[in-house]
């Protein structure tokens, strides 16, 4: 069983950062692909990125990565939008199961 534990949800204004973390559990945490979601309210939750167990990523509109050595897991999100309000999920997977944190809520509002 991994546990998943993020921080660093808030309230941002437009045009602000954030960064988020995700600490996990466990020995292996460099064997897991882990991934960031989120769900607005009432839309569906969507990937907004992935690292790989090698570290490799896709670029996308936040920066993804990882520091083995502490088991965690960062999102880097920065010129925040009104609509990336939503709960951000931490996400780890492993032999194909998928392992969810509780949420970070962050909310981009003037």
């Known amino acids: 069983q991994v546990q998943l534990v993020e921080s660093g949800g808030g309230l941002v204004q437009p045009g602000g950062s954030l960064r988020l973390s995700c600490v996990a559990s466990g020995s292996i945490f460099s064997a897991y692909d882990m991934g960031w979601y989120r769900q607005a309210p009432g839309k569906q939750r969507e990937l907004v990125a992935q690292?790989?167990s090698g570290g490799d990523f896709v670029k996308g509109p936040f920066t993804i990565s990882r520091d083995n050595a502490k088991n965690t897991v960062y999102l880097q999100m920065n010129s925040l939008k009104p609509e990336d309000t939503a709960v951000y999920y931490c996400?780890?997977?492993?032999?194909?199961?998928?392992?969810w944190g509780t949420g970070t809520l962050v909310t981009v509002s003037s």
């Open positions: 690292i790989g």
């Open positions: 996400n780890a997977r492993y032999l194909g199961v998928d392992y």
